[in-house]
């Protein structure tokens, strides 16, 4: 036991060592020197190169595949870059480096040594020994995938004829950057599915940065005819030059129908953010209302009018154009669609309150919102659009006529379309609105004139007879102008016809007198 | 010379002694003023019903339209006055002759000519007076009842409106004189004259359509029967006074530019641009049945027989 250290003293200067930090120019160090890998898989060893002991001036290295399996590729790369040789500059200490090695897919499993060597070289150099370093690399079929394919809603429900889409997400766990396939594996017979990414287009390969993930979704469109129950679509990634799939089940549930218990205000809101508004009678009462869905699938809301007033009328407008009445719209999963309610009251109706219910109806269910208009004729009158006349008082005879002008004025900011004129006839008094009576558009501040033809029928009680006129355009009525109407029965003119009658007579007794036989 | 124009005063004064002893007779006779009287209320109710009407009409009412238009008198007029016409002259000469009358006339220094020119001035002079009075009638019946007033212009075109329907029912007192020349007794003289009343003033316009239907094969023969209606005195008148076409019951429709004398529309020179034939052969008719009257009495035997 007394010659052990003896030996050894002796023994250990004879010993070639290997090349170590401590004794050359150059060191590797890693953590890693195995990894478990697939038939396919591009296996990457991070490593560092840093000069071996203290010296400030620069060193060259040259790399070389010592040992790599038949029919394996590897390289070794700086900075994304393969690389042959590099030099550690003189003020530089250290460099990553890595080593990618691409195995073959037929590869069978087992422990593939993968050796490189590193040699100094340059004019400072005095050592000229190679270092290598070995990485092993394990082939099993059976390990777990570098990469995941999951969505995070695997399950929806639908109606037959409407799609529904599925986010879905790709994870590389590879380091490096990465192609997949995406495919279709099964669908339901007759349903359409569409592999589509974030901006829509179909596609067929996703590529992943190195330990990232990339998302796309899947839409699918089940068959009008589907049947009501659960459907599985089956969509699968697969990395290129690799025949390893991770499959992704995706559940499509149909349900033609929704939950019966439940009332359409559980699905669709209907938001009006003012309810009551006081008017004149002779106003449009304007609500600016909302359909919001929260049901998960697009829905069709016809719109209707429960209840109003008698008289009233009650209308669906867009926002954009007043022409157009809303009946019924297409509501999307989530959207919501904003809309005007034009209440128009009966024109004599007194001051009061009254409700109007509108509803959104979708089959036999129904979201309602009641809104309410109080009349109050003690408004003042904007008189956005005004009438006068020329005259507003004027006398006839029985039969005879006169026409007198019509004087519209819209006083608003805004053109108005249509505008018509309206006369309230009393007995004995015909009015006729010369032209059309119609301005097809009347400007902000701009005023028209409509002749109208009165006349006293031919008979019409004496006295003052009052008719009124009003203009009126779709949402603009205006104040009613009183045109009085005095009618007088000639006095003169049945004196004449008594006189002319009884001068008739006279001359004839006075001819048959006269000139008749006695 | 001077016997010559001794002898045509003469001539003019016995014509005015005929008219006047005519006239007398006539305006005397019961047939008359019952004729009259009857006439006068039928144009009064018209009257008061183109009034009554006028309210639901709505249009504006004139005393022109009381005469004018579907509800104006002027229709009422075309059909019934030519009856006084008739009623004057259906038995005029052969009542005179029947009588012998006519025979003791001759025997004083009178003259045939004298005597069938005086009838027919006094004949004239009773239709004027009926007119008139018919005229004004309804004249006075619309301003009681309407109120409204009379311009001069209208008084200026009733009055026109009076003397072409005064030559429109000359027109038929003519007829009936020369009838009343050739017939043997007052009823034949009566009865043709009532059927040619009928067949002018109500059923002209029916029988013309008929007739030019059956002659051109077509169900709505407009063309050749408002050619055929030129024939009618009653055309005339209508086309004078409201422009019609036709005026007799179930006549020929057309919508005239120019609605006759009442449309105001139109000054009356518009007036008589448009309607002066129609005029014209409202002078020039009596003219010509007075001439074949007076040749026809001149030349028939006028004894009792």
Same mark, same amino acid.
């Given at each position: 036991m007394k010659l052990l250290p003896i030996l050894l003293m002796v023994l250990l200067p004879l010993m070639s060592f290997p090349a170590g930090a401590d004794f050359s120019s150059l060191a590797v160090l890693n953590e890693i020197s195995g990894k478990v890998a697939k038939p396919g898989d591009l296996v990457e060893f991070s490593f560092t190169l840093e000069?071996?002991?203290?010296?400030?001036e620069s060193t060259s290295v040259t790399f070389f595949l010592e040992k790599v399996p038949e029919n394996w590729t590897a390289g070794i790369y700086a900075d994304g870059t393969q690389v042959s040789q590099i030099t550690l500059p003189e003020e530089a200490g250290e460099k990553e480096l890595t080593l990618k090695v691409r195995v073959p897919e037929n590869e069978k499993d087992g422990a593939y040594p993968v050796k490189i060597g590193l040699r100094p070289y340059g004019e400072s150099i005095r050592n000229y020994d190679t270092v290598y370093q070995e990485f092993t690399v394990t082939i099993d079929r059976n390990a777990m995938s570098n990469m995941e394919i999951y969505s995070d809603i695997p399950g929806k429900k639908t109606h037959p004829g409407i799609p529904v889409s599925f986010g879905a997400t790709v994870e590389n766990k590879y380091k490096s950057r990465a192609n997949f396939q995406i495919y279709l594996v099964s669908k339901p017979e007759g349903w359409g599915v569409d592999l589509l990414s974030t901006d829509g287009t179909r596609i067929t390969r996703l590529g992943v940065p190195g330990e990232g993930n990339q998302q796309f979704s899947v839409t699918v469109n089940p068959p009008l005819n589907a049947t009501k129950g659960d459907y599985e679509v089956l969509v699968a990634a697969c990395p290129e030059k690799s025949n390893q799939s991770v499959l992704l089940p995706l559940s499509v549930t149909i349900n033609p129908?929704?939950?019966? +218990?439940?009332?359409l205000s559980a699905y669709v809101e209907f938001n009006s953010s003012i309810v009551g508004l006081a008017i004149r009678p002779e106003k449009t009462a304007k609500f600016a209302v909302s359909l919001r869905s929260r049901y998960d699938q697009p829905l069709k809301l016809n719109l209707k009018v429960l209840s109003q007033p008698e008289g009233w009328n009650t209308e669906f407008v867009t926002d954009d154009d007043e022409d157009e009445r809303l009946s019924s719209f297409m509501l999307g999963a989530g959207e919501e669609q904003a809309f005007i309610v034009k209440v128009k009251p009966f024109l004599n109706a007194t001051s009061g309150l009254y409700p109007i219910t509108v509803a959104a109806v979708s089959g036999n269910r129904t979201v309602s919102r009641q809104l309410e208009v109080n009349i109050n004729n003690?408004?003042? +009158?904007?008189?956005?659009l005004k009438v006068d006349s020329n005259p507003s008082e004027l006398t006839l005879n029985p039969g005879s006529s006169s026409e007198i002008r019509i004087n519209v004025e819209n006083r608003g900011n805004d053109p108005l379309e249509d505008v018509t004129l309206e006369i309230n006839e009393v007995t004995g008094i015909t009015s006729q609105i010369q032209g059309?009576?119609?301005?097809?558009e009347l400007e902000a501040g701009e005023s028209k004139t409509i002749p109208v033809q009165i006349t006293a029928n031919a008979n019409a009680g004496s006295g003052v007879k009052e008719i009124f006129v009003r203009a009126k355009s779709d949402d603009l009525v205006s104040s009613e102008k009183s045109i009085k109407v005095n009618v007088e029965k000639s006095s003169s003119s049945g004196l004449l016809g008594i006189a002319l009658l009884g001068f008739a007579i006279i001359v004839l007794v006075f001819v048959v007198r006269k000139f008749g036989r006695r | 010379m001077s016997t010559k124009m001794k002898n045509k005063s003469l001539d003019i004064k016995n014509v005015f002694h005929v008219a006047q002893k005519e006239f007398a007779d006539l305006v005397s006779g019961s047939l008359f003023l019952t004729l009259i009287a009857t006439y006068t209320l039928i144009i009064f109710v018209f009257s008061w019903r183109s009034v009554h009407l006028g309210e639901h009409t709505g249009s504006e009412f004139t005393l022109m339209s009381g005469f004018s238009g579907?509800?104006?008198v002027t229709r009422q007029i075309g059909w019934f006055s030519p009856l006084i016409g008739i009623a004057l002259g259906f038995d005029t000469i052969i009542k005179e002759r029947k009588s012998g009358s006519l025979n003791v006339l001759l025997t004083?220094?009178?003259f045939r000519d004298n005597i069938i020119a005086g009838k027919m001035l006094g004949i004239m002079g009773i239709l004027m007076t009926v007119i008139i009075f018919s005229t004004i009638v309804p004249v006075g019946t619309i301003l009681i009842f309407s109120g409204i007033h009379m311009s001069e212009t209208e008084l200026l075109r009733i009055t026109a409106f009076i003397v072409f329907n005064f030559l429109y029912v000359l027109i038929f007192a003519e007829v009936a004189i020369l009838l009343s020349t050739v017939a043997n007794d007052a009823e034949d003289s009566l009865v043709y004259n009532v059927i040619i009343w009928l067949s002018i003033c109500i059923v002209s316009g029916s029988i013309i359509i008929a007739t030019a239907s059956i002659v051109t094969?077509?169900?709505?023969p407009y063309e050749l029967a408002s050619k055929i209606i030129t024939i009618s005195p009653l055309h005339h008148y209508s086309e004078i006074s409201v422009g019609e076409i036709d005026l007799s019951w179930g006549g020929i429709n057309n919508e005239p530019v120019i609605e006759g004398v009442?449309?105001?529309?139109?000054t009356l020179f518009q007036w008589f641009n448009e309607f002066w034939s129609n005029l014209l052969f409202l002078i020039i008719a009596p003219l010509l049945l007075f001439i074949l009257s007076f040749l026809t009495f001149l030349r028939r035997d006028i004894s009792t027989g």
């Amino acid at each position: 036991m007394k010659l052990l250290p003896i030996l050894l003293m002796v023994l250990l200067p004879l010993m070639s060592f290997p090349a170590g930090a401590d004794f050359s120019s150059l060191a590797v160090l890693n953590e890693i020197s195995g990894k478990v890998a697939k038939p396919g898989d591009l296996v990457e060893f991070s490593f560092t190169l840093e000069k071996g002991y203290n010296t400030s001036e620069s060193t060259s290295v040259t790399f070389f595949l010592e040992k790599v399996p038949e029919n394996w590729t590897a390289g070794i790369y700086a900075d994304g870059t393969q690389v042959s040789q590099i030099t550690l500059p003189e003020e530089a200490g250290e460099k990553e480096l890595t080593l990618k090695v691409r195995v073959p897919e037929n590869e069978k499993d087992g422990a593939y040594p993968v050796k490189i060597g590193l040699r100094p070289y340059g004019e400072s150099i005095r050592n000229y020994d190679t270092v290598y370093q070995e990485f092993t690399v394990t082939i099993d079929r059976n390990a777990m995938s570098n990469m995941e394919i999951y969505s995070d809603i695997p399950g929806k429900k639908t109606h037959p004829g409407i799609p529904v889409s599925f986010g879905a997400t790709v994870e590389n766990k590879y380091k490096s950057r990465a192609n997949f396939q995406i495919y279709l594996v099964s669908k339901p017979e007759g349903w359409g599915v569409d592999l589509l990414s974030t901006d829509g287009t179909r596609i067929t390969r996703l590529g992943v940065p190195g330990e990232g993930n990339q998302q796309f979704s899947v839409t699918v469109n089940p068959p009008l005819n589907a049947t009501k129950g659960d459907y599985e679509v089956l969509v699968a990634a697969c990395p290129e030059k690799s025949n390893q799939s991770v499959l992704l089940p995706l559940s499509v549930t149909i349900n033609p129908e929704m939950a019966k +218990n439940e009332d359409l205000s559980a699905y669709v809101e209907f938001n009006s953010s003012i309810v009551g508004l006081a008017i004149r009678p002779e106003k449009t009462a304007k609500f600016a209302v909302s359909l919001r869905s929260r049901y998960d699938q697009p829905l069709k809301l016809n719109l209707k009018v429960l209840s109003q007033p008698e008289g009233w009328n009650t209308e669906f407008v867009t926002d954009d154009d007043e022409d157009e009445r809303l009946s019924s719209f297409m509501l999307g999963a989530g959207e919501e669609q904003a809309f005007i309610v034009k209440v128009k009251p009966f024109l004599n109706a007194t001051s009061g309150l009254y409700p109007i219910t509108v509803a959104a109806v979708s089959g036999n269910r129904t979201v309602s919102r009641q809104l309410e208009v109080n009349i109050n004729n003690n408004l003042e +009158n904007a008189e956005l659009l005004k009438v006068d006349s020329n005259p507003s008082e004027l006398t006839l005879n029985p039969g005879s006529s006169s026409e007198i002008r019509i004087n519209v004025e819209n006083r608003g900011n805004d053109p108005l379309e249509d505008v018509t004129l309206e006369i309230n006839e009393v007995t004995g008094i015909t009015s006729q609105i010369q032209g059309f009576g119609t301005i097809e558009e009347l400007e902000a501040g701009e005023s028209k004139t409509i002749p109208v033809q009165i006349t006293a029928n031919a008979n019409a009680g004496s006295g003052v007879k009052e008719i009124f006129v009003r203009a009126k355009s779709d949402d603009l009525v205006s104040s009613e102008k009183s045109i009085k109407v005095n009618v007088e029965k000639s006095s003169s003119s049945g004196l004449l016809g008594i006189a002319l009658l009884g001068f008739a007579i006279i001359v004839l007794v006075f001819v048959v007198r006269k000139f008749g036989r006695r | 010379m001077s016997t010559k124009m001794k002898n045509k005063s003469l001539d003019i004064k016995n014509v005015f002694h005929v008219a006047q002893k005519e006239f007398a007779d006539l305006v005397s006779g019961s047939l008359f003023l019952t004729l009259i009287a009857t006439y006068t209320l039928i144009i009064f109710v018209f009257s008061w019903r183109s009034v009554h009407l006028g309210e639901h009409t709505g249009s504006e009412f004139t005393l022109m339209s009381g005469f004018s238009g579907v509800t104006g008198v002027t229709r009422q007029i075309g059909w019934f006055s030519p009856l006084i016409g008739i009623a004057l002259g259906f038995d005029t000469i052969i009542k005179e002759r029947k009588s012998g009358s006519l025979n003791v006339l001759l025997t004083h220094p009178v003259f045939r000519d004298n005597i069938i020119a005086g009838k027919m001035l006094g004949i004239m002079g009773i239709l004027m007076t009926v007119i008139i009075f018919s005229t004004i009638v309804p004249v006075g019946t619309i301003l009681i009842f309407s109120g409204i007033h009379m311009s001069e212009t209208e008084l200026l075109r009733i009055t026109a409106f009076i003397v072409f329907n005064f030559l429109y029912v000359l027109i038929f007192a003519e007829v009936a004189i020369l009838l009343s020349t050739v017939a043997n007794d007052a009823e034949d003289s009566l009865v043709y004259n009532v059927i040619i009343w009928l067949s002018i003033c109500i059923v002209s316009g029916s029988i013309i359509i008929a007739t030019a239907s059956i002659v051109t094969g077509q169900s709505d023969p407009y063309e050749l029967a408002s050619k055929i209606i030129t024939i009618s005195p009653l055309h005339h008148y209508s086309e004078i006074s409201v422009g019609e076409i036709d005026l007799s019951w179930g006549g020929i429709n057309n919508e005239p530019v120019i609605e006759g004398v009442f449309d105001t529309r139109f000054t009356l020179f518009q007036w008589f641009n448009e309607f002066w034939s129609n005029l014209l052969f409202l002078i020039i008719a009596p003219l010509l049945l007075f001439i074949l009257s007076f040749l026809t009495f001149l030349r028939r035997d006028i004894s009792t027989g």
